[in-house]
């Protein structure tokens, strides 16, 4: 199990050991909660822990210092980031609360400094100026059409930072219906990594996102019209 992330991503003995902590942790508390519908241990690693590290592929992170992961759920990818780049200061968002009690009880578990967990909807919590143009990077994975996730996204990016959504094989009509959006939000500029997990485990894709500009003060609109009206 521990094989492709440390022939790949070059981890230490103790961060597979956190990795295997994580995954009993994950697989404990599912029993009681909802967490992931992929439960089998090489199935995990690959589809959630070797995927969540592709970002590191695509951003140079030893250079990133405050990431944001939006409906970060059980912890994809921020805590899999966390746990290969510990300098990282992470920020957990996710609007269920059991979700950040699990994400607290795995941040002390693993010995974690630098994690702050938020309880919130990403569209409220980025109208808050702590939080506002405050990161240098802004992850989100199996949250939203990438329109509405920019939305939610984008407020929290610092000018010349970025934002990764990781995407399915199927990405391209996504990226087109968001292209007036990441103009609004941020004159952004656009890349498209596609990569493929191990052991035909499937293709993905990692938009990447450079905010270029601030994102005009009434982003985000309230969910409600979001959801009905895109951008
Ligand atoms: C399908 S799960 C994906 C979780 C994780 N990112 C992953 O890839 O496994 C979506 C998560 O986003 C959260 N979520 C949905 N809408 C949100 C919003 N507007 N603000 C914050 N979290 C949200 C949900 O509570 C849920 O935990």
Known sequence: MRSYLQDE?????????QFELYYRLLIEKNKVMNLTAITE???VFI???YDSLTISRVIDLTDTQKLLDVGTGAGFPGIPLKIAFPHLKLTLLDSLLKRIYFLQEVGDSLGFKDVD??????EDIALLSAHRENYDLVTS???AKLNILAEYCFPFVRIGGD???????????EVLSAKQSLYILGRASKEVHPLTLPEQMGQRNLVVMKKNQATPKKYPR???????SPL
């Not at 991503?9 to 050991?17: A, I």
């Not at 934002?163 to 009509?173: D, I, T």
């Not at 309230?222 to 009905?228: E, F, L, Q, S």
């Open 141 to 143: 994975r199996a949250v």
């Open 9 to 17: 991503y070059h981890l230490s003995k103790e961060q597979l050991d």
């Open 117 to 122: 967990y938020i309880h919130g909807r990403a």
């Open 222 to 228: 309230k969910a409600g019209i979001m959801k009905k």
């Open 47 to 49: 589809k959630h822990f």
């Open 41 to 43: 241990e090489q199935e």
């Open 163 to 173: 934002f990764v959504a990781m995407k399915g094989a199927e990405v391209e009509q």
